[in-house]
């Protein structure tokens, strides 16, 4: 029995090392995600401003 309850108590901490390094990763990914969630708004916000600029200049260009 107590064979048994050792062999248990091992395979449980074998699978919550296993959960905490899914917890990690799944926390790495999140990190990673808000990272390139801010790269994408600043490449947006980028875009915006050479969009904005751009319809000025066609606008000196357009015919009457």
Excluded: C, P, W
């Amino acid at each position: 029995v107590n064979h048994m309850i050792a062999a248990a108590s091992e395979e449980q901490s074998v699978v919550a090392e296993e959960i905490n390094r899914s917890v990690i990763s799944i926390t790495d990914i999140a990190v990673e995600t808000v990272e390139d969630t801010e790269e994408i708004t600043a490449a947006s916000e980028n875009l915006k401003n050479l969009s904005l600029s751009l319809n000025e200049i066609v606008q000196e260009f357009k015919l009457i």
